[in-house]
């Protein structure tokens, strides 16, 4: 592993270590992403997902979580959850051993988006679903983008190719996100993270994170990529190995 990569993974575990330490699990059936995943999962047997952290979007029964977060991992376990230690471009699995894979707000966090992608591939059988969310757009990038350890934003074209490239079609997508759109709010919630973090944390896990539970709107699907004009992030239904 090149020093970059080794950086920005050291960079991504200390955040998430901490912020996982002192947050609260979120039950994936609080998530507009319920109703869809619950019914993809209902079909898939072997489900995996990747770096959840303590907001898992697949059932936790019959799931299997993998992410570098020991608090995390531990939190789940406690639920009944299993779990592995590993990172998404080496996981302990053997080929084509999922029939879902669910991989959210990940693929951005990783120097080699391609060894990644194609991990997951690996793992997946043929016909199986991918459930994957990127940011859009490197115009867009912000303070916040860097805090939260992102290493890219991508072009809508980009991440459709790649995913081709490792065997997935885009069945449908839709906007995703719960990213506040105040740059005031944003900058705000980092300092408070960054110099009073006992604090932020209990407005995070009392206030902010159930108004944005609350407040959340069903996702709308449409087929493909749609239309990604002003959209900061994307939520994509892949299926792999169709034509």
Same mark, same amino acid.
């Given at each position: 592993?090149?020093?970059?990569?080794?950086? !920005?993974? %050291? *960079?991504?575990? &200390?955040?998430?270590? +901490?912020?996982?330490?002192?947050? &609260? #699990?979120?039950?994936?059936?609080?998530?507009? *992403?319920?109703? @869809?995943?619950?019914?993809?999962?209902?079909?898939?047997?072997? &489900?995996?997902?990747?770096?959840?952290? @303590?907001?898992?979007? @697949?059932?936790?029964?019959?799931?299997?979580?993998?992410?570098?977060?020991?608090?995390?991992?531990?939190?789940?376990?406690?639920?009944?959850?299993?779990?592995?230690?590993?990172?998404?471009?080496?996981?302990?699995?053997?080929?084509?051993?999922?029939?879902?894979?669910? +991989? !959210?707000?990940? #693929?951005?966090?990783?120097?080699?988006?391609?060894?990644?992608?194609?991990?997951?591939?690996?793992?997946? &059988?043929?016909?199986?679903? /991918? #459930?994957?969310?990127?940011?859009?757009?490197?115009?867009?990038?912000?303070?916040? %983008?860097?805090?939260?350890?992102?290493?890219?934003?991508?072009?809508?074209?980009?991440?459709?190719?790649?995913?081709?490239?490792?065997?997935?079609?885009?069945?449908? =997508?839709?906007?995703?996100?719960?990213?506040?759109?105040? =740059?005031? !709010?944003?900058? @705000?919630?980092?300092?408070? /993270?960054?110099?009073?973090?006992?604090?932020?944390?209990?407005?995070?896990?009392?206030?902010?994170?159930?108004?944005?539970?609350?407040?959340?709107?069903? /996702? *709308?699907?449409?087929?493909? /990529?749609?239309?990604?004009?002003?959209?900061?992030?994307? !939520?994509?239904?892949?299926?792999?190995?169709?034509?």
């Amino acid at each position: 592993m090149d020093s970059s990569a080794s950086d !920005l993974r %050291d *960079t991504n575990r &200390r955040f998430y270590e +901490a912020l996982w330490s002192d947050a &609260r #699990l979120i039950a994936p059936e609080r998530f507009n *992403t319920w109703p @869809l995943f619950d019914a993809l999962a209902a079909a898939a047997p072997r &489900r995996l997902e990747v770096a959840p952290g @303590l907001r898992p979007r @697949l059932p936790l029964a019959g799931t299997c979580f993998v992410d570098l977060s020991q608090a995390a991992l531990h939190r789940l376990r406690r639920e009944g959850a299993a779990v592995a230690h590993a990172e998404i471009a080496a996981l302990p699995f053997p080929d084509g051993h999922f029939d879902l894979v669910c +991989a !959210l707000d990940i #693929l951005e966090h990783v120097v080699d988006d391609t060894a990644a992608l194609a991990e997951l591939a690996r793992v997946a &059988r043929a016909d199986a679903a /991918l #459930l994957i969310s990127v940011p859009l757009d490197p115009a867009a990038w912000t303070a916040f %983008d860097d805090f939260v350890g992102h290493h890219r934003r991508y072009e809508p074209e980009r991440i459709e190719a790649m995913l081709a490239c490792h065997g997935w079609r885009i069945e449908r =997508s839709a906007v995703y996100g719960m990213q506040p759109r105040s =740059s005031r !709010l944003l900058d @705000l919630g980092q300092w408070f /993270l960054t110099h009073q973090r006992a604090r932020a944390m209990w407005w995070y896990n009392r206030v902010f994170m159930p108004l944005g539970l609350r407040f959340q709107k069903p /996702l *709308t699907w449409r087929p493909g /990529l749609g239309d990604t004009a002003g959209v900061d992030e994307l !939520l994509l239904v892949c299926r792999h190995g169709t034509a």
